[in-house]
């Protein structure tokens, strides 16, 4: 009658009364995927798995579930199991592990096209970084022409002083002759 919530409660309930049933933790997962809350999904169907390791439809669960999280590899491994314990069942065989090894093969083409790309990029980021000389004579000029204008500005130093009454003054004083007001109605900042 799709009142998830309710059966999950009355799961929780019997399981309080019967821990070791796996049967309850594999339903239980079962409801969490129709709710789409796939890490409980997943934890319920492991512990089924680890209550009851022979049961088939606990491993199929687990597949399911893991599947839900886009863990493809381990939802191949644990339908694998599942034909392992029951190998005659065709839902497994057909859609399962069939739907779990096409997602696996789009998840490695996906990947190699994604590596392909990044090379691709990389190549023409390589390509487009044009040779500088650095050692031209434009260059030298004006990196001295730089370092010029630094040595002018430190020679210089700048100073702002705030009053207590908050009136702002700003004062350049010189290496030689620094201007220092009283100090007792100013506070310094750089």
């Given at each position: 009658?799709y009142?998830?919530?309710?059966?999950?409660?009355?799961w929780?309930?019997?399981?309080?009364l019967?821990?070791?049933?796996?049967?309850?933790?594999?339903?239980?997962?079962q409801?969490l995927?129709?709710l789409?809350?796939?890490?409980?999904?997943?934890?319920a169907a492991?512990?089924?798995?680890?209550?009851?390791?022979?049961s088939?439809?606990?491993?199929q669960t687990?597949?399911r579930?893991?599947?839900?999280?886009?863990?493809?590899?381990?939802a191949?491994?644990?339908?694998?199991?599942?034909?392992?314990?029951?190998?005659m069942?065709p839902?497994?065989?057909?859609?399962?592990?069939s739907?779990?090894r096409k997602?696996?093969e789009?998840?490695?083409?996906?990947k190699?096209?994604?590596v392909?790309?990044?090379?691709r990029e990389?190549?023409?980021?390589?390509e487009?970084i044009?040779?500088y000389?650095?050692?031209?004579?434009?260059i030298?000029?004006?990196?001295a022409?730089i370092?010029?204008?630094?040595?002018?500005?430190?020679a210089?130093k700048?100073?702002?002083?705030?009053s207590?009454?908050?009136?702002?003054?700003?004062?350049?004083e010189?290496?030689?002759?620094?201007?220092?007001p009283?100090?007792?109605l100013?506070?310094?900042?750089?």
């Open positions: 009658n009142r998830y919530r309710e059966a999950i409660h009355k929780d309930e019997a399981l309080q019967t821990p070791e049933d796996a049967t309850l933790y594999e339903m239980k997962s409801v995927m129709s789409h809350e796939m890490f409980p999904a997943v934890h492991e512990m089924a798995v680890r209550r009851n390791p022979r088939w439809d606990a491993w687990l597949g579930a893991q599947l839900g999280l886009g863990e493809i590899a381990l191949i491994r644990s339908f694998q199991v599942s034909l392992h314990i029951f190998p069942n839902e497994v065989w057909k859609e399962d592990l739907w779990a997602l696996h789009q998840q490695k083409a996906t190699t096209e994604a392909q790309a990044l090379a990389k190549e023409l980021a390589q487009s044009p040779d000389d650095f050692e031209s004579d434009e030298v000029a004006v990196c022409a370092a010029e204008k630094e040595k002018a500005l430190s210089a700048t100073v702002v002083i705030v207590a009454s908050g009136t702002v003054e700003t004062v350049t010189k290496e030689d002759c620094p201007t220092a009283d100090e007792t100013f506070i310094r900042a750089r």
